[in-house]
């Protein structure tokens, strides 16, 4: 059958989706292009904020004249909801008259016989359901089916054990399981061998990575150490559990690049114990500071949310402070939006008023471009190692790269290849691009 997949949400999402294709296209499906063409459309969607739901149920309401005008043709149309949203809401999800197929993070290989099932029943009424949670399910033997680029995005680990009270992810992902060292590696090589340049290694929280007596810092070295790779990166560390080790590798290995995304969540210690982050202002600076004397001119980025539960002025100050005293590279900055089944849900009202939720992300939005804007122009008239991605889709003749502190640079078109690391010069900076231009070999080139 014609499959269409769309993918909302996080890195794990399209990772996840990867790992959908592969199992769909050895059960013999075909790619559908555009979803006009399919007998089936697949929606990997997000849980992690209400807006994601909001958008998934419009995109849902779009299918209505397709379905009908399959059901006239075919006698048959899948319309299936995958990952987190399908996991939290379950059942629910078929309150919505599309809906057909309702599959959870753990249960993709299932895939083919549920949409095996919903094609033969030939029944306009016919639901099919596995949101199961598995605690050993991390889908290895499947080689995950990646478009070209840059980029190859490697999961070494599922599900977290943390609880922050404000996420639905150890409810929609289960128990934290890790990938076997050998595994990870083996995927990694033959990424190489297929001419991926840089690897991201994805985890929600990978510092949790454990395989045996391995931890993180042992699987990132291996990675880093395969021949063909000249980029490595990982995404998210959970500042509670950073690891020394993890300094002194990106610090010694030149391919580990110089970004650590860091989520703080909050500057105020009240927000952070209720929120169960498990760490303080006061340690969450040191481990900045920390971070930065072993690795100089590293990037940090960070998540912040505003508005938890509540959250007072002083509160909100607090982490204007702290934003301050920090100096992000970047930040993705969020307002609370309450979750069905987190701790938070239950146990706090969800009692900042949205206006004044507003006003709080405002501000803190406009703190950190300030610094986000000091950062990067001071960064005008060095040299930065650029990976190139490829043609802007902004401005012609122009290509578009990433720094190792994964900003992104335009810069003039060069005769370099995808995946090249080139020195560029850079000449002009905004809150969140730099403008270069192509530098001769011989220049210094700074990390960062
Ligand atoms: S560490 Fe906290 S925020 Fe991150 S996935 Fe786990 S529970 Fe969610």
């Known amino acids: 059958m014609k499959v269409f997949l769309e993918t909302y949400g996080c890195q794990m999402n399209v990772s996840d989706s990867e ?20 007998e089936v ?27 009908k005008r399959m ?8 319309v299936g909801l995958l990952g987190c949203m399908a996991q939290n809401l379950k059942k629910d999800m078929f309150k919505h008259p599309v809906v057909n197929l309702v599959v959870g993070p753990d249960n993709y290989r299932a895939l083919p016989d549920l949409i095996g099932k ?3 029943g030939n029944q306009k009424r016919q639901q099919e359901i596995d949101v ?6 991390t889908y290895q033997g499947i080689d995950p089916k990646r478009f070209d680029g840059v980029n190859a995005w490697v999961t070494i680990m599922r599900g977290c054990d943390n609880f922050c009270t404000f996420c639905v992810v150890p409810y929609t992902r289960g128990r934290e399981r890790s990938r076997p060292l050998d595994d990870v590696l083996g995927e990694v090589r033959h990424l190489a061998a297929q001419g991926f340049s840089q690897v991201t290694l994805l985890g929600q929280n990978v510092n949790s990575y454990r395989a045996g007596v391995q931890r993180f810092t042992d699987l990132i070295v291996a990675v880093a150490d395969v021949p063909g790779v000249e980029r490595v990166r990982f995404t998210s560390p959970h500042p509670k ?8 590798a990106i610090a010694s290995h030149p391919n580990i690049c110089t970004h ?6 909050s500057g105020s210690n009240r927000i952070l114990e209720l929120m169960n982050r498990t760490y303080t202002r006061n340690e969450f600076v040191g481990l900045t500071e920390k971070i930065r004397q072993t690795v100089p ?7 912040i949310i505003v508005g938890f539960p509540t959250e007072t002025e002083a509160d909100h100050q607090n982490t204007l402070d702290l934003v301050k005293a920090v100096g992000f590279d970047s930040a993705y900055i969020f307002k609370y939006s309450e979750r069905k089944g987190t701790i938070a849900s239950k146990k706090f009202p969800d009692d900042v008023p949205p206006e004044v939720k507003t006003d709080r992300i405002v501000e803190l939005f406009d703190l950190q471009r300030d610094i986000a804007l000091k950062k990067n122009q001071a960064k005008i008239g060095t040299t930065l190692k650029v990976m190139l991605e490829g043609e802007s889709d902004k401005r012609p003749g122009f290509q578009v790269g990433k720094t190792e502190g994964n900003m992104t640079v335009i810069f003039p078109e060069t005769p370099h290849r995808i995946g090249e690391i080139l020195p560029i010069a850079v000449t002009d900076a905004t809150a969140a691009t730099l403008l270069g231009k192509s530098q001769s070999l011989r220049m210094p080139v700074l990390t960062g």
């Not at 790992?19 to 399919?38: M, N, P, T």
């Not at 697949?42 to 998934?56: D, Q, S």
């Not at 650590?260 to 969540?265: D, E, F």
């Not at 001119?297 to 998540?303: A, R």
């Open 19 to 38: 790992i959908i294709r592969s199992v769909l296209a050895a059960a013999g499906h075909e790619v559908a292009r555009v979803i006009d063409e399919a």
């Open 41 to 67: 459309v697949l929606i990997n969607t997000c849980a992690i904020r209400e807006n994601a739901y909001r958008k998934i149920y419009g995109r849902l309401d779009t299918l209505r004249p397709l379905r």
């Open 71 to 78: 059901f006239k043709e075919k006698g048959y149309f899948v």
């Open 118 to 120: 919903l094609a033969q």
């Open 132 to 137: 199961d949670l598995s605690e050993y399910e």
């Open 241 to 248: 559990d950073f690891p020394e080790s993890l300094l002194l």
């Open 260 to 265: 650590i995304h860091l989520p703080l969540q």
């Open 297 to 303: 001119n590293i990037s940090i980025t960070s998540d």
